[in-house]
């Protein structure tokens, strides 16, 4: 559910960062929204390890440790945002958040503010959230995508 938006999301960062010249739509844009139901989200937050079948055992017995997350589904207008950012010295990193919470697990070694360093953010989103386009084809039906999915919503927000 997540593997298709997440190699969009990379694409659009990847192409951010190395500025294609000839790819205003990119260059232009300052924020990239996507929309979908909160199944979407939950299988984000899945991944993030916010939430689990376990830790919802933990809650229905209280013994879920302090601090921890276990999200239920989530409510009308939750979102994920992951900002790309540069620091004086161009390196880019990226934060995620969870309804305006910093994600403290989207990488494998956040700093303390919860910045991942752009290329083990890159590395942790297609291990968690890609899967290969064989797999990919057994799990679309009939190997078949959702045609929409690949339309370009970016080029509606530029003007021309």
């Not at 994920?80 to 540069?86: D, F, H, R, V």
């Not at 305006?100 to 956040?110: A, E, L």
């Not at 291990?127 to 009939?142: A, G, L, M, Q």
Request: glycine fraction near 4%.
């Amino acid at each position: 559910m997540t593997s298709g938006m997440t190699k969009k999301i990379l694409s659009y960062f990847d192409r951010k960062i190395n500025n294609y010249k000839k790819d205003r739509v990119i260059n232009d844009v300052k924020y990239l929204g996507f929309s979908g139901h909160e199944l979407n989200i939950l299988a984000y937050l899945k991944h993030y390890k916010m939430t689990s079948m376990d830790c919802h055992i933990e809650v229905l017995k209280g013994t879920l440790p302090k601090g921890e997350i276990c999200e239920e589904i989530p409510k009308f207008a939750a979102n994920i945002i992951w900002e790309l950012s540069k620091d004086q010295n161009k390196n880019h990193y990226v934060r995620t958040y969870y309804n305006g919470i910093p994600i403290k697990r989207s990488c494998f070694n956040p700093d303390e503010e919860e910045y991942c360093e752009y290329n083990d953010w890159v590395q942790f989103m297609k291990e968690k959230f890609t899967i290969s386009e064989s797999n990919e084809k057994k799990v679309c039906k009939d190997g078949v995508k959702n045609p929409n999915f690949e339309r370009d919503y970016t080029k509606e927000f530029v003007d021309e």
